[in-house]
């Protein structure tokens, strides 16, 4: 056996005739050849339905496109829909949750769920001041 | 005039604690419910402020103090029970001296001052 000039040829093995290892790459390449030559026969003639499987007819490109793009589109705009329509149809934001309204210790209440002002009977006082 | 608003809203977060406990601080004190709302006014401000006050839970012994920096308007609204112990004229120096700090542009402080004092006044005449 030659020697192998390797760091590690005490893990590689090495095949002792280079005649051998030819003949096995050329009987490993006519093998898989073979195989793929037969592969055509295997599958039957093109297009053709094995036996008892169903053979529904070709999916029309446009339903094709309604149940992929459409369906999903429809759901999105939907589920949208139901999660913004609500708080448009109240009114808009709510009080103490706006960027520019600011109500420390108040009711979270639209300005439309405020009660009413006060009358000339009321009995709340206070005071007013301007700047 | 200068404007006292942060960015977007009026205060930053820290603004917005220094409020907060504030508020608690006041209403330990004096037993008072203290509300501030800081926002537009819509229609005449002390209107909307009595409207914000009678959608409180138990207005009669609430305080709100109601800011609108466009309008530069400021209502401190005080139930029956607490203007036994607020009167309507030391609302009305506690106010002028709120407006005083929010013009220099000061809002939270402004309101922090305005809620002590308020508290201070009420322990007071208990």
Redesign the interface.
């Known amino acids: 056996m030659r020697q192998c000039r390797s760091r590690y040829d005490h893990a590689v093995k090495q095949t002792p005739n280079p005649a051998v290892r030819r003949a096995s790459r050329a009987a490993s390449a006519a093998a898989a050849v073979g195989l793929l030559a037969t592969l055509p026969l295997l599958a039957g003639p093109a297009g053709a339905v094995p036996e008892n499987w169903s053979n529904p007819d070709d999916v029309d490109t446009l339903y094709a496109l309604g149940v992929l793009v459409g369906l999903p589109l429809a759901l999105f705009v939907g589920i949208a829909f139901l999660v913004y329509v609500p708080s448009l149809v109240r009114g808009g934001r709510q009080?103490s949750s706006?960027?520019?309204?600011?109500?420390?210790?108040?009711?979270r209440?639209t300005?439309d769920?405020?009660?009413?002002?006060?009358g000339d009977e009321?009995?709340?006082?206070?005071?007013?001041?301007?700047? | 005039m200068e404007q006292v608003r942060v960015g977007d809203a009026h205060f930053d977060n820290p603004q917005r604690l220094a409020i907060s406990n504030t508020i608690r601080t006041a209403e330990l004190a004096s037993r008072i419910e203290f509300s501030v709302f800081v926002g537009t006014s819509h229609g005449h401000p002390r209107a909307y402020a009595t409207q914000l006050h009678n959608s409180l839970v138990a207005p009669a012994r609430t305080i709100v103090i109601m800011v609108d920096p466009d309008a530069r308007a400021l209502e401190i609204v005080a139930g029956g029970w607490v203007r036994d112990r607020v009167s309507d004229a030391d609302a009305q120096a506690v106010a002028d001296e709120m407006a005083g700090i929010i013009a220099g542009g000061d809002l939270a402080g402004g309101i922090i001052h305005g809620i002590e004092e308020l508290a201070q006044k009420a322990r007071a005449h208990a």
């Open positions: 009080l706006g960027v520019d309204d600011e109500w420390f210790g108040g009711p209440k300005r769920e405020l009660a009413d002002p006060d009321s009995k709340a006082g206070g005071a007013s001041a301007r700047w």
